[in-house]
């Protein structure tokens, strides 16, 4: 057990009222961890099972929108006899503000963990003011 | 004039309604107590063939050099650490979910490993580990004397 221990269970995504998915299959919302830097909003996502070429980024207008496809795998010559957990699809959607400087937004994988590092905008970094003696 | 009105000032209520609710909320206490998974962190797939087990964890975000795989007699022992990026001062977290910090698990397997032949990869966050049954175990084919 992880020493700060939250809930493991992966969380079922929410599809739109009224809605289905074209293919059947599960679709979880990943855990993220965002922090932000002085230059940088970063976005951590826990994606097992995901790996570059399954990760689509997309942001449209406000909204940055995270998909990360699984690939379907499975064991021959045995039979799954226990199971905790369910492979599946990745999904979440954040709103982010329009300090981040779209174009140099960067995204990694690496060992099933989603890194989006957004870059703040030149205009919004906070600057120091100097005070001018009088 | 009836029902609704004398609903209304609780002379008769109507059980009803109220009998749904009431099973409404026990099904959804009950469907969160037989919730099929175990709370124990990393979730686990045991997949079961003829000649042993196959293990799979979740795992992402694990240093491969850090992980711990150990199997002595029928358990199998996964312990290693997350780690959370280091903030320097000023930093601040708008949100964290994951988990970090250092973990362990043991399973019981239903029969004794073959500890020499275990085979460990650890790709894509996924942990998968192949199991064989030890020699001593293997089921074995009896020839009937005449």
């Known amino acids: 057990m992880a020493e700060d221990s939250k809930d493991v269970i992966k969380q079922p995504a929410a599809n739109p009222t009224g809605t289905e998915r074209t293919r059947n299959r599960r679709v979880f919302v990943p855990r993220v961890d965002i922090y932000e830097t002085a230059d940088t909003i970063v976005l951590v996502a826990d994606m097992p099972g995901v790996d570059e070429t399954g990760v689509d980024i997309t942001l449209e207008k406000n909204v940055l929108n995270i998909v990360g496809e699984v690939k379907a795998t499975e064991e021959k010559e045995y039979s799954l006899s226990y199971a905790e957990y369910d492979a599946g699809d990745y999904e979440r959607a954040f709103t982010i503000s329009d300090e981040v400087d779209r174009d140099r937004i960067e995204a990694t994988v690496k060992n099933g963990v989603l890194r989006v590092v957004l870059p703040k905008a030149e205009a919004v970094k906070a600057r120091k003011i100097a005070i001018k003696a009088a | ?146």
């Not at chain 2, 309604?17 to 909320?25: D, F, K, N, T, V």
């Not at chain 2, 964890?57 to 711990?68: F, N, R, S, T, V």
């Open chain 2, 1 to 146: 004039m009836y029902g609704p009105v004398l609903w209304r000032f609780g002379r008769a209520m109507d059980p009803w309604p109220e009998i749904q609710r009431l099973q409404q909320e026990m099904n959804r206490i009950f469907a969160s107590a037989a919730q099929p998974y175990g709370h124990e962190f990393p979730a686990i797939n045991a997949w079961a063939g003829e000649n042993g087990m196959v293990v799979t964890a979740e795992l992402p975000g694990a240093d491969p050099e850090k992980l711990d795989i150990s199997v002595v007699g029928d358990s199998l022992t996964i312990s290693g650490y997350r780690e959370a990026d280091a903030l320097k001062p000023g930093e601040s977290y708008h949100r964290q979910e994951r988990s970090c910090g250092r973990f362990t698990r043991t399973i019981q397997l239903p029969f004794h490993v073959d500890a020499a032949h275990v085979e460990a990869t650890y790709e894509r966050g996924i942990l998968h580990v192949v199991l064989p049954r030890s020699e001593a175990e293997k089921p074995k084919k009896i020839a009937i004397k005449s």
